[in-house]
């Protein structure tokens, strides 16, 4: 089988983690195949680049029967289908808060460098009232690590799920430091009420040809609870026909008993309007609690919001 990714270690990481649980389920070996796509080659910040610039060269490869297979921070993935394929598995989704690398919050001095890309990211900084300045910034984990060690930035946001992945989150140690990384000093996890993740952060998304019979062997590593949060998150998207360049936050979390709580923001793009509601549902119909959530949003005035960035 032959399972396609990008070609930096988190992606590589991510894809092999799926091609270890493939191999454990079906006896079969599994062979990584990296794929170059159109963001990899470009430096520009990902709001310009817009929505699938990082999948859409393994969709193609797909469709061109490159590879069988194709795996895909679910974060990165437009809202609306693919012509011809599917998402055959959602493996057990990873840690989706934000962490803070650097500095704690409240060791954050006035005029603090934060590293982000994320204008979701941005404007919750800046709905904080705290008195730094965001620099944008592009590159892999150990590119943006870099910048904290050499005292460019103060501090990065990044998604946990990364680093956990990459095996650099010293939880176990109580030490709230990088595995290996003395010189990067302190890192705090972000309470999704500090800051509310992007949607489908931490998941990854396993896909295939629709026609394809290797529908039956992925789904074997698809964890129902982690899909069914994930399309509740991007039906609450879609529904405010948002990508994910836009200052549009959400996380769902099952709460026993088939339920499911779902929270979502819209931001203005510099942080001073802020919407923020929840609503509760169940694990059987996680799109419709996305979109009731993104309705209420909207009549909440987030269409408005939204505005200011468009």
Known sequence: ????????????????????????RTGEPVELVEIVTSGDRSSAPVAQLGVGVFVSALRDALLAKEIDVAVHSYKDLPTAPADGLLIAAVPPREDPRDVLVGRTLAQLAAGARVGTGAVRRIAQLHAL??????????????TRLRKVAAGELDAVVLAAAGL?????????AGKRRLAGLAQVPAY????????????????????????????????????PVSRATVDAERALLATLEAGCSAPVA?????TGDGEVHLRGAVLSPDGRVALRLDRAGTLADPATLGRQLAEDLLRAGADTVLGVQR
């Open 250 to 254: 959400g996380l769902a979390e099952a």
């Open 1 to 24: 089988m032959r399972l396609g990714t990008r070609g930096s270690a988190l992606a590589m990481a991510q894809a092999g983690l799926v091609a270890r649980a493939i191999e454990d």
């Open 164 to 172: 956990a992945r990459l095996g650099l989150l010293d939880e176990a």
């Open 188 to 223: 705090e996890l972000l309470d999704p009420s500090v800051l509310l993740p992007e949607p489908a952060q931490g998941a990854l998304a396993v896909e295939c040809r629709a026609e394809d019979r290797l529908f039956d062997v992925l789904s074997t590593v698809d964890d």
């Open 129 to 142: 009232g705290l008195p730094i300045e965001t620099v944008p910034i592009r590159g892999n984990v150990d």
